[in-house]
């Protein structure tokens, strides 16, 4: 038996944590072509959208993108580190949409004459 083989229990040790993450992937999808699927390792200082970009999966004319879980939620800003594991999808960012509309004048004449009358 190799020593690179043995198992070292240190009782003495403060963390049962690792020094070193092991090495994982992420894996990458493409939100228009689910068959282009790729696996990047993390480093310890990139966010998911810096990983995403080592793909080669992101948009390469200039619009916006981004990165999302299985769930559809935006996951970009994460550290990578956290996400080792999981499959994510890169495409289109979303566009916010709604907004609170200001009362038309029409809107508060009318609601005004029902409080009234």
């Known amino acids: 038996m190799d020593t690179e083989d043995e198992l070292i229990i240190d009782p003495e040790?403060?963390?049962d944590e690792l020094s070193e993450h092991p090495t994982k992937t992420l894996v990458f999808v493409s939100t228009f072509d689910p068959s282009a699927r790729v696996e990047v390792i993390p480093t310890s200082d990139q966010t998911v959208r810096d990983?995403?970009?080592v793909s080669g999966l992101t948009a390469r004319d200039g619009s916006a993108w981004?990165?999302?879980d299985a769930l559809g939620v935006e996951v970009a800003h994460l550290p990578s580190f956290d996400m080792i594991g999981d499959v994510l999808y890169v495409g289109?960012?979303?566009i916010s949409a709604g907004s609170v509309a200001e009362p038309?004048?029409?809107e508060e004449w009318k609601q005004g004459e029902r409080n009234n009358g």
């Open 66 to 68: 981004t990165v999302y």
């Open 104 to 106: 038309r004048p029409s």
């Open 51 to 53: 990983a995403a970009e």
């Open 13 to 15: 040790a403060e963390t």
């Open 92 to 94: 289109p960012e979303a």
